[in-house]
């Protein structure tokens, strides 16, 4: 099993829909959350963390399920702009971060 | 200016060849790192180095070396390099303590070697 799966998409929906991506994580003694956003060719630039009580950021809501080993991200209101690669990321310890393979989402008009 | 850039942003060499990927960085932060970026795989993680006398290996490093020449550079060497090393190469930063602190990458790397 790997350490973070998320599904890999693609997420096609229509500007204005709400979408909703989960990315799960084997090790229990995970210690911090985060998602990243990558475009096309370009390098992953962070989204937001996410916390135990769950936090949003504007449009952005991403919450964490430690029992069920899973965190998300949810999106509403989707721009055209929000086209990209949501990449979720696990701290695993000491000085590891493991990163997802990422779920593409393409919004359309 | 980008605040963590790499250089070259392109490269295409022959099996064989020692090149050597480049990395400075403007925001004072005492960590970098070097990923790989493969399809399907995700960001993996080569070498890290937490200030200039340290260096670590990570998951895959295997057929690489760094360099940490100063705080601000981090150099990532391929002395014989090999076509399953041809990959999308990233450099990051971190400013802190624990994991907690985000990841700030470079533009990025485009390495093939045929």
């Known amino acids: 099993r790997k350490e973070v799966e998320q599904d890999p998409g693609p997420f096609n929906v229509p500007e204005g829909a709400t979408v909703a991506f989960n990315c799960t994580y084997s090790n229990s003694a995970s210690q911090s959350f985060f998602w990243y956003r990558q475009d096309c060719r370009k390098e992953p630039k962070l989204l937001m963390s996410?916390?135990?009580s769950g936090n949003e950021d504007g449009r952005f809501t991403a919450q964490l399920n430690r029992a069920s080993q899973y965190i998300s991200l949810l999106i509403r209101d989707s721009k055209l702009s929000d086209s990209a690669t949501y990449l979720c990321v696990v701290n695993n310890g000491f000085q590891k971060l493991v990163f997802g393979t990422g779920t593409r989402l393409l919004v359309s008009p | 200016d980008a605040d963590v850039t790499q250089t070259p942003r392109n490269r295409i060499t022959k099996t064989g060849k020692r090149i050597m990927l480049e990395c400075s960085q403007t925001?004072?932060?005492?960590?970098m790192y070097w990923y790989r970026q493969d399809p399907g795989l995700g960001l993996r993680l080569i070498y890290y180095s937490f200030d200039v006398k340290d260096i670590n290996k990570g998951e895959i490093s295997d057929g690489y070396s760094v360099s940490r020449q100063a705080q601000a550079k981090f150099s990532l060497s391929l002395e014989s390099a090999i076509p399953n090393q041809t990959a999308l190469y990233f450099c990051?930063?971190?400013?802190?303590?624990?994991?907690?602190?985000?990841?700030?990458f470079g533009n990025g790397t485009r390495l093939t070697v045929t």
């Open positions: 925001k004072g932060h005492d960590r």
């Open positions: 990051a930063t971190s400013p802190g303590r624990g994991h907690n602190s985000p990841l700030h």
């Open positions: 996410v916390y135990s």
